[in-house]
């Protein structure tokens, strides 16, 4: 495993890059993929997102592209990376941007939800990188826009994500046009069975690079647990959206939610009941979520209500408070769901409700992140019951029990306000209406 950048057969254009990065040692993702991949291995990867696995790919195709340049053909790639979503595509074609700025090459983005032309015309002379969402890209290969049949390097990034987001089929019909001589790369946080099968379909005795970071916190992010029936959970998250809304400051406000259709419910509840919101989620058009995203981080929209579509890309500083509506039932996406808030050095609050039917979902987390959640149980709607089935069926180091993690004073579930408590007695009104 190579120790340095300065120690790897990286050209010397991507080598002044990383001086200038100040990019002195590598990952484990990348000390260990990108000497393999200068050799021209095909790659199984398992890393998260925060790995460094962009530069891990990124940084070898630079240098082939580098070192055996080649004039563009028209509607063709050399490189095609495809991305689950635009956000991510777009860090990558970041990536790509950054690294190879001493490299003579073309790139360019496919993606949905804005208008084709754009991207039908930098197409058109044809390009060395082409990084893409699947969707728009079939559309583009139907309408003879695109053409894979000189792709040299394949990348299939978040793997998982694709696959959750149900582009398994879409997946499929790209790699079938792809040429067979190629080098193919893999990447997935997780290796489920059937990550593993279609990657068997994909690759040609790959080397398998696993990289499994330690699950943690951050430390400026204090943690509460609400046990609360279902059905209260709204009482608790006005109660805390009002307090969160006396914040000085970090006023802004994530709420996860499992599913899309639940979002946009809740949203509508929220917004119904005064606390202006928005959904974000997989089902929203990329315009759509673009427009609600740039309205929350202005602070027009102080309530962001989103699925898990939202929990890596999404980084904005002055979000104080996220609340876990519904607990996550990957129990890695509660650590990137709460990492949301206490970004660039500030502190930040996450409270995680927990209903009867999310004990299992919480066991998990509290497994995976060594700990257990600090119990906050001042409030009207704790359930003492809920919290007592949790500790009879698993007892996880460092319980705290009692009072909670202390209080910011800019949004924890403190204190019952006068509106929380007329939200209470009001709530049978207010849900019909909602």
């Known amino acids: 495993m190579t120790a340095t950048f300065e120690a790897m057969a990286l050209a010397t254009p991507l080598q002044q890059v990383l001086t200038e990065l100040e990019y002195l040692t590598p990952s484990p993702v990348q000390a260990q993929a990108i000497p393999l991949l200068l050799e021209g291995r095909d790659l199984l990867g398992c890393a998260q997102t925060g790995t460094g696995k962009t530069a891990s790919f990124a940084l070898p195709i630079l240098d082939a592209i580098h070192r055996s ?39 360019t983005m496919i993606y949905g939800g804005v208008g084709q032309n754009p991207q039908v015309s930098a197409m058109r002379s044809g390009v060395d990188i082409l990084v893409a969402t699947p969707g728009r890209l079939l559309d583009l290969i139907d309408q003879r826009h695109v053409d894979l049949s000189a792709v040299e390097f394949f990348v299939l990034d978040e793997v998982d994500r694709m696959l959750d987001m149900g582009f398994l089929r879409d997946v499929k019909r790209i790699v079938a046009m792809l040429p067979q001589r190629r080098q193919s790369l893999f990447f997935s946080a997780t290796l489920a069975p059937n990550i593993v099968s279609l990657a068997e379909t994909i690759l040609k005795n790959p080397a398998r690079v696993t990289i499994t970071p330690e699950v943690t916190t951050a430390e400026r992010i204090e943690q509460q647990l609400c046990f609360v029936d279902r059905g209260n959970k709204m009482y608790l998250l006005e109660q805390l959206l009002e307090k969160q809304g006396q914040a000085t400051s970090a006023k802004l406000t994530i709420v996860f939610n499992r599913t899309k259709h639940g979002a946009n419910k809740l949203a509508k509840a929220l917004s119904m009941a005064g606390f202006e919101s928005e959904a974000i989620h997989g089902n929203k058009s990329q315009a759509q979520r673009e427009k609600a995203l740039a309205r929350f981080k202005q602070g027009i929209v102080p309530v962001l209500v989103a699925t898990d579509v939202a929990a890596r890309g999404v980084d904005v500083k002055d979000v104080g408070l996220v609340v876990n509506y519904d607990l996550p039932n990957e129990p890695e996406a509660y650590v990137h769901r709460i990492g949301r808030t206490g970004r660039a050095g500030a502190d930040g609050l996450a409270v995680s409700f927990c209903a009867e039917d999310e004990i299992d979902f919480l066991r998990d987390i509290e497994k995976i992140i060594k700990t257990a959640i600090p119990r906050f149980t001042d409030h009207p709607w704790h359930s003492e019951a809920l919290a007592e089935k949790h500790l009879r069926g698993f007892r996880p180091p460092a319980i705290k029990q009692g009072g909670g993690g202390g209080n910011r004073g800019g949004g924890g579930a403190s204190r019952t306000s006068g509106a929380a408590r007329r939200s209470h007695r009001n709530h049978s009104s207010s849900a019909a209406r909602r």
Do not use: D, H, M, W
């Open 69 to 107: 340049p080649q004039n563009t053909r028209t509607r063709q790639c050399r490189c095609l990376v495809l991305a689950p979503t635009r956000e991510l595509a777009g860090q990558v074609s970041k990536s790509f941007t950054t690294y190879g700025k001493n490299i003579r090459f073309r790139q």
